[in-house]
């Protein structure tokens, strides 16, 4: 998520600075719940969180002298879904001691519903403090991306930035990308170092495990160069009505020269070869990280690469205390429904390459 501009300027805060008693929230995806009906500090603090979030606010003017039903539009960008909306739909607007408040706040983020608040009173000119965080007004600038360097195989590589590793897989004449993480500045970095690794090879694919945002944000880049995303059906219509939207604020390549994307997608199986190097990729059905997941395979060096739910920790114990296993028991099971010979998982996030025994030992197969 980035915060965008003076995260609080652009608000007024005449209308914050409310005691509101709350009568509940209920709180959808990935906001925490509050349950305390007289938690006033849940709202502020679900507040705070909104404003930081938001890069333009445009509150309907005569909102709060509706006696009914109103709505708050608020203008949100993401590093990879473009401009959305996220929406305050307010209703039972009361006056009480003087003040015109909704009863129930609804928010909702591109359509979808994530808060849902009952205020059970107000009290005006209470002391509030809704402060911006230190760590965010002092925040410096992100530092340039750097990337590491890990031979995996003949002509197979690890590109690892903090936390995000993709594949570098070369062909005969042309590389591919396994996962186009994060975001624009780290797509440019990882180009830099396909261009010293690979000279004279172009990047024609880019493979995307899944849609999840760590692992799609940097595709925009590639679509604005022209490599052909491969990635499930399911994903298509996604991101093609995601990187079509406009993208003002922070314009990237494919904003300031839009094209449509080229697809190869995917429906349980596909393989990628060219006599010499083989890619395999495999839908994990029925996994409960993502309805439209896949598994990158290369059979003749017995390679795994997942994009996430098996992230294995460093150090020398394989299990992760930090998670349940049913992810990693959903790639075991993938693994050995398609008979694959794995001798390394080398995915996305954790500590890097790991035997496929270490696996077995994050699940309960094997002792640790
Ligand atoms: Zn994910």
Known sequence: MRVLGPPVAAVSHAQLKLAVVLGGIKAHGGFQSFNSPLDVSALQQHLA???LRVGIV?????????????????????QDVGQVILGLRVRGVRIELGVKFPRRIVQTED???????????VRPNAAVAIEVPANVQQAPPAPPVTVAVEKLAD????????NARSWLVEFNDHVVLVEGMTGEARSLAINAEIAK????????YVINTHAHYDHAGGLRTYVAQG???????????????????????????LSKSPKPALFETVSDKKVMTDGTQTIELYHMRG??????????????????????????????????????PEQSIDLYRVI????????????????????????????GLVAP
């Not at 690794?197 to 024609?204: C, D, W």
């Not at 598994?295 to 690469?305: D, E, N, S």
């Not at 694959?340 to 699940?363: E, Q, R, S, Y």
């Open 49 to 51: 969180h909104l404003i």
């Open 58 to 78: 445009r509150l309907v003017p005569d909102h709060f002298r509706q006696q009914g039903e109103g709505l708050i539009l608020l203008l949100l960008i993401e």
């Open 111 to 121: 359509g979808h519903p994530t808060f849902d608040i009952t205020v059970s009173a």
């Open 155 to 162: 002509g197979v590589w690890y590109l690892s930035t903090p």
């Open 197 to 204: 690794l690979v000279p004279g090879k172009s990047l024609r």
């Open 227 to 253: 490599v052909t995303v491969v990635t499930h059906e399911l994903n298509k219509p996604f991101f093609e009505k995601m990187w079509a939207r406009p993208r003002t604020i922070a314009p990237d390549q």
């Open 287 to 324: 996994t409960s990280h993502n309805v439209a997941n896949m598994i990158v395979f290369m059979p003749r060096q017995g390679l795994v690469y997942w994009g996430d739910g098996y992230n294995p920790p460093a150090g020398n114990d394989p299990r992760d205390f930090g998670r349940t």
């Open 336 to 363: 050995t429904a398609n008979n694959l010979d794995v001798k390394t998982i080398a995915p996305a996030h954790g500590a890097g390459p790991k035997p496929f025994d270490n696996l077995k030992k994050a699940i």
